[in-house]
């Protein structure tokens, strides 16, 4: 896909993030709001406008004029910290995060005298070739490399190591040792696909592994699998909803689990079925500490969520059950 559809698929994501976050704005700007000689206009704008009224401009105006993009983009990492704490934005810092690696990746278009002139039409003399076998599935792919480590199977050619910390997400991906199972289903991004792998070494880790067509072969892509991994991890650890604000089965045990994440005990004794059985303790509270949501089921007003949660005493998968009483969830057991 030629650079300037992609650079327009982006700006079109990044317009109806803003709009589904009810931050797009009907009315333009001031004059005196484009008066800024800081970063991002941070002294006359919001970062949501600066998104609207900057960003999406000057990316639809460099399509329009056929230009050329710049080299570089931070939109991504400046975004994580702005939107730090603002739990709906986490498809946003994605959004922003992918758009940083396509402008460190794209082609730029050759000058020309005449932006107009089409390119030259190049007759085929080649011979046809042979047909190709078909591709590996992706799946099958993901899980060969995670058992293997084989380096046949990483893209020759890599997307530009992602600008925000995964610091992590290398961790993980250096120390993990074996592949454990697939969890979920491939899901689109863009030239590429991501399949959630469980990864193993001292207990489990998610990584969340990133696959691009090389010569009609999918590969993994080693810097968009650490960017992708890294982002999970950072929404994971800031973005809790649905499971931490809503009162369904999953929602009551993950806020039962973030309770004992941050030693509350009393708070975490109302959502048990029983409230004189034991509390269970976990972490020390460091950064990378997590509890990961992975699957539920219900059936007959019970309900089983399996959760990961890791620690630096090793990491396990939990089940807990629950159990449904006058309308309400309550946590059985672990």
């Keep these: 896909m030629h650079s300037y559809a992609r650079a327009e698929q982006f700006a079109q994501r990044i317009e109806q993030e803003l709009r589904s976050l009810d931050m797009w704005r009907t009315e333009p700007l001031p004059a005196s709001a484009f008066n ?40 991504g990492a400046y975004g994580v910290r702005e939107l730090d704490g603002f739990t709906e934005a986490g498809d946003l810092i994605l959004v922003l995060s992918e758009f940083d690696d396509f402008i460190e990746g794209v082609d730029q278009p050759p000058e020309s005298d005449d932006p107009e002139e089409p390119a030259p ?68 991004i863009p030239d590429g696909l991501t399949v959630t792998i469980l990864t193993a070494e001292r207990g489990s880790w998610l990584v969340l592994t990133a696959l691009r067509l090389e010569n009609g072969q999918w590969r993994i892509d080693m810097p968009l699998t650490l960017g992708h991994t890294a982002m999970m991890f950072l929404r994971q650890h800031h973005v809790h909803p649905p499971y931490t604000e809503t009162n369904d089965a999953r ?16 708070w975490a004794r109302e959502l048990l079925a029983e409230p004189e059985a034991e509390i269970p303790a976990f972490g020390d509270g460091q950064m990378d500490e997590f509890i990961w949501y992975l699957d539920h089921t219900e059936a007959e007003g019970t309900a089983t969520v399996r959760v990961l949660i890791n620690t630096h005493q090793g990491c396990r998968t939990l089940l807990t059950r629950l159990v449904q009483r006058d309308g309400a969830w309550f946590v059985l057991s672990y």
């Design 251 to 266: 929602g009551r045990a993950m806020q039962f689990w973030q309770h004992i994440a941050n030693r509350n005990e009393r």
């Design 121 to 188: 039409v190049i007759e085929e003399t080649a011979p046809v070739p042979a047909p190709r076998e078909p591709p590996e599935p992706p799946l099958s792919i993901a899980e060969r490399y995670w058992r293997t480590r084989d380096l046949h199977l990483l893209h020759s050619q890599p997307r530009a190591r992602p600008s925000y910390d995964v610091q992590l997400a290398e961790r993980v991906l250096d120390t993990a040792t074996g592949l454990v199972e697939l969890l979920g289903d491939l899901a689109e």
């Design 36 to 75: 800024s000689n800081q970063a991002f206009f941070a002294d006359t704008m919001t970062f949501f406008q600066w998104l609207q009224f900057v960003l999406l401009v000057r990316i639809r105006e460099v399509i329009a004029e056929k230009g050329q993009f710049p080299s570089q983009s931070q939109v």
